[in-house]
T-cell receptor, first 112, second 118 residues
Framework: GNSVTQMEGPVTLSEEAFLTINCTYTATGYPSLFWYVQYPGEGLQLLLKATKADDKGSNKGFEATYRKETTSFHLEKGSVQVSDSAVYFCALRGGGGNKLTFGTGTQLKVEL | GAVVSQHPSWVICKSGTSVKIECRSLDFQATTMFWYRQFPKQSLMLMATSNEGSKATYEQGVEKDKFLINHASLTLSTLTVTSAHPEDSSFYIC??????????????FGDGTRLSIL
């Protein structure tokens, strides 16, 4: 079956630091890949997505590249801000339909 | 703005009470909605797929009689936690893709409902 593995958190960074959150996946076929962000007390918001190999999703300074050879979709941001503090979920959609498989989430805390 | 509305956002009730959570798509019709449960510091676990006009599809291990799902219209799905107990306390989140389950569109999530059973 499908599965998503994310690096464990929490991740604590200083403002303007470089961020990487690792995500690898197992899936049959060619899944679509997503990063969702969850701010405290809220639901999930789509941050970015990629639907095929070598696609790069980007939004709000965050980027992730769909690497089929390494089955990875690592999230990066060059300079984080305090407002980026949230939980980030990597997810995949595959096998037809719109059912998502989520990773366990990585909490990011950015300090001044 | 939000395209999926979830209500209520927080519920505290006594053990044995049944609790209904609503999920509405605000500016599109949702023939399919998804219900997730999130435990503290853990990922979202898909509980069931709500289908307008037909029975919900439950994931393995989810009790159908415990978590009743009704997709009453193209914009509304409800999750009723029947005879809730403290172990049912959790964060419940719904989502809906524009265009239905096979639309290949990203899902839009509600803000979640925090359920606390005393």
């Amino acid at each position: 079956g499908n599965s998503v593995t994310q690096m464990e958190g929490p991740v604590t960074l200083s403002e303007e630091a470089f961020l990487t959150i690792n995500c690898t996946y197992t899936a049959t076929g060619y899944p679509s890949l997503f990063w969702y962000v969850q701010y405290p007390g809220e639901g999930l918001q789509l941050l970015l997505k990629a639907t095929k190999a070598d696609d790069k999703g980007s939004n709000k300074g965050f980027e992730a590249t769909y690497r089929k050879e390494t089955t990875s979709f690592h999230l990066e941001k060059g300079s984080v801000q305090v407002s980026d503090s949230a939980v980030y979920f990597c997810a995949l959609r595959g096998g037809g339909g719109n059912k998502l498989t989520f990773g366990t989430g990585t909490q990011l805390k950015v300090e001044l | 703005g939000a395209v999926v509305s979830q209500h209520p956002s927080w519920v505290i009730c006594k053990s044995g009470t049944s609790v209904k959570i609503e999920c509405r798509s605000l500016d599109f019709q949702a023939t399919t909605m998804f219900w997730y449960r999130q435990f503290p510091k853990q990922s979202l676990m898909l509980m069931a797929t709500s289908n307008e006009g037909s029975k919900a599809t439950y994931e393995q291990g989810v009790e159908k009689d415990k978590f009743l799902i009704n997709h009453a219209s193209l914009t509304l799905s409800t999750l009723t936690v029947t005879s809730a107990h403290p172990e049912d306390s959790s964060f419940y989140i719904c989502s809906a893709p524009r265009g239905g389950d096979l639309s290949n569109q990203p899902q839009h999530f509600g803000d979640g409902t925090r359920l606390s059973i005393l």
